[in-house]
């Protein structure tokens, strides 16, 4: 039983077909969501629908996979929500907890999205797939596509870290290191994609990883035993993980699951690369290309994100904010979690900490409220930072 019934543009609401493989909207070329059946599913208790699996498939009543022999799956999330009390202790909350992302295949939470979109896009009857990306986004459409016996083409800036590439060629993708940016790295991608047909899954330019992230909101909420911390502070880049729990929590309330406030929803960026927080802080509703992106926390060097419109809109809904933080502030607190809580700390996962101490001086967030900072990935795959050398 699948309740999919089709996609909806975020911008302009114009409607798509969902059994057809779709990318941007063809009227406005902005995202588009997938929309389900909620009478239906409101027909069935959350107990029937959420099944006992130990992974994000769970949730699969709310996914947009037809057919459960296309779920390619390598047990993808479900990862721990750790109580920090070491370090909570240190910070004066008594309510902190870390969603530990490194724990994901292929070590990160771009598992989650990946997953998703080869299996939907599998179904559809994609054959090969490209992303350009800072690291993970690859490793992970690398794993993927070689579970589902496809083709997969990374494109990664060729300073990306040796392990991030040498797990690429493992898992039997074709890598191209470009030289110069992520976005560098999508226009290359794309002039692949166009002459070669195949299928491009870049951050929202295709409507089915955003519903792998929104696991995270369906999660967390059942970690809290279907209740929602007071706040969620998220590392930035093209913001898929931010806007999918967005949608998760209305879904959510949608179904009936989940009542009461929403959290307050932060995002963190760099200094070094920081459009959504400029962008908030202006007060506009997209975001300006940041010039010279620079940050050692590559997975959220993301100078302009397709979906910045949506992330804004979402902070804002939730009363949230947007702040950034130094490379010098994120590699002491990546080190910080490591050692306080034994997880191993990506710098992404270091730079939530950081947001976290900013918004606990300020006074904007009180000791007494729960707060959820994200591990995003293992800090296995950054050796320079890991021994204390700032590479680059
Ligand atoms: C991609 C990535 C991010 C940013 O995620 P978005 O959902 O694209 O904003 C954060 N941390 C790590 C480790 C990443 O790989």
Redesign the pocket.
């Known amino acids: 039983m699948n309740y999919l019934t089709h996609l909806e543009c975020s911008f302009c609401r114009k409607e798509h077909d969902a059994d057809r493989l779709q990318t941007l909207c063809n009227n406005c070329g902005k995202p588009l969501l997938a929309r389900y059946d909620i009478d239906g599913l409101k027909k069935k208790s959350r107990r029937a629908l959420v099944t006992g699996e130990p992974s994000m498939w769970r949730y699969r009543a709310v996914f947009p996979v037809r057919e459960e022999q296309y779920e390619v799956n390598l047990g993808e999330g479900l990862t721990p929500l750790v109580p920090a009390s070491r370090l909570g202790r240190k910070l004066g909350l008594s309510n902190l907890f870390i969603k530990d992302e490194s724990q994901n295949p292929t070590g ?3 598992a989650r999205g990946l997953s998703m979109a080869v299996s939907k896009a599998w179904e559809l009857g994609a054959d090969g797939f490209v992303i350009p990306s ?4 690859a490793g992970a459409l690398s794993a993927y596509a070689a579970r589902a016996g496809l083709d997969a083409r990374v494109f990664m800036p060729d300073t990306v870290p040796a392990p991030f590439r040498n797990e690429c060629e493992a898992l039997g993708a074709r890598v191209t290191l470009v030289k110069g940016l992520i976005t560098d790295c999508g226009v290359e991608s794309r002039r692949v994609a166009n002459e070669k047909g195949l299928f491009d899954v870049s ?1 929202l330019k295709e409507p089915y990883r955003l519903e792998g ?1 929104k696991t995270l909101g369906y999660e967390l909420a059942e970690q809290f035993g279907w209740e929602l911390p007071d706040v969620i502070i ?9 806007v999918g729990m967005w949608k998760a929590f209305d879904e959510m309330e949608k179904l009936g699951w989940i009542s009461g406030t929403r959290p307050r929803m932060v995002v963190v960026q760099s200094d070094g690369c920081a459009p959504v927080v400029r962008a908030f802080d202006s007060g506009s509703e997209s975001a300006e290309p940041w010039e010279n992106p620079h940050t050692v ?1 590559e ?2 060097q ?1 100078p302009s994100a397709v979906g910045d419109f949506l992330i804004l809109k979402a902070v804002r809904e939730s009363r949230g904010t947007a702040v950034s933080v130094s490379d010098e502030f994120i590699i002491r607190d990546q080190m910080q979690m490591s050692r306080m809580e034994g997880i191993s700390c ?1 710098p ?2 270091g730079a939530t900490l950081s947001a976290l101490k900013s918004l606990l001086s300020d006074g904007w967030i009180s000791s007494g409220e729960s707060v959820v900072i994200f591990n ?2 293992t800090g296995l795959k950054y050796p320079g930072v890991f021994n204390g050398i700032i590479q680059r």
Do not use: D
Request: charged share 10%.
């Open positions: 990160s939470f771009k800072a690291g993970n986004a951050t992230k998220y590392p930035t880049g093209g913001g898929t993980g931010l926390a997975g959220i993301v990506c992404e996962g995003t990935g």
